[in-house]
C-alpha cells in the first residue's frame, strides 16, 4: 500500500528526512525506551549532536523525553506519524493496484 | 481528516472492463481467482460465509482482513465486510453489462476520519512510509 503525505504533516516530515533522526526514531519504535547515553552508543556520533537530533525529533512530537536522576530517556510516539497517514489515499491506491491484477487475470482466464 | 466524526468516508473505484460480467463474476467470487488478483482467501459464495483475507504481516498488524459475505447476486453485486486494524467497513462491487463489455463499480465504505484510525494506521504504515522517505524527500526538493 501507498501512503500519501497530506500538507499539514510538515514538521513530523522534515523532522523524519535525516537518515539520522530516521534511525534514532525506529530504534526507539523498535526497542523501547532509551537513555541519550545508549543511543549516542549506537548512532556513533557525539551526544551534543544526538542531543541535537532528539531535540527536532521532539519538536515534531516524535519522541518524548523523561527525566530520571541525571539521566533523560526518550521514547518513541508513533501516534505522531498520524498526520502522514491518509486512509483514502492508502486505499485509493491499493484497489486501484488490485484492479490492474484483476484485468491481467481476466486476460488470462478461459473465455 | 477535516471531516466531522460522524461522517464517513468512501474509496469508490470504477473501470471498464473488456470481459462479459459473467466472466468478471467468477474472478471476484471464484476463490482460487480472488487470490490471483486481490489476496490468497477462504471465500465462499454463500451470503453469511466468514471469511480471512490474508496479506503479509508486518510490525503491529497481522496481515489479517475478517470479512462476511453480505451479498450475492450474480452476476450484479457482490458485498462483504471488511474488517482490520480497527477498520470496521464494508466493500460492495457492482457488475453492469456494457456493449463492450462490463462496468465494473467497487465501493469501499466506512472509513471513519477520527485519531484511533489514523492512529492505527499509523503504526501499521509507519515502517513502510520511513523505507519510503528518502524517495520521497528526493521528489519533494
Redesign the interface.
Known sequence: ?L?S??PHADPV?KA??D?TR?AI??GL??DGEQTVHALTHRAGISQPAVSKHLRVLKRARLVRPRHHGRETHYSAD??A????????A???AF??T??D??????ER?E? | MTLASTETRTVVLEKQLSHPPAKVWRALTEGPLLAQWLMPNDFEPIVGHKFTLRSNPVPNWDGLIHCEVLAIEPPARLAFSWSTMGLESAVVFALTPTDAGTHLRMEHSGFQPDQEHAYKGATYGWQRFLGNLETVVAGLA
Do not use: S
Open positions: 500500500m501512503f503525505m497530506p516530515f523524519l528526512a537518515p530516521r526514531f525506529e519504535t523498535r508513533p501516534q506519524l498520524a498526520p502522514l497517514v491518509d486512509w483514502i492508502v486505499y485509493g484497489w486501484r488490485r484492479f491484477q484483476l484485468e491481467q487475470l481476466l482466464m473465455p
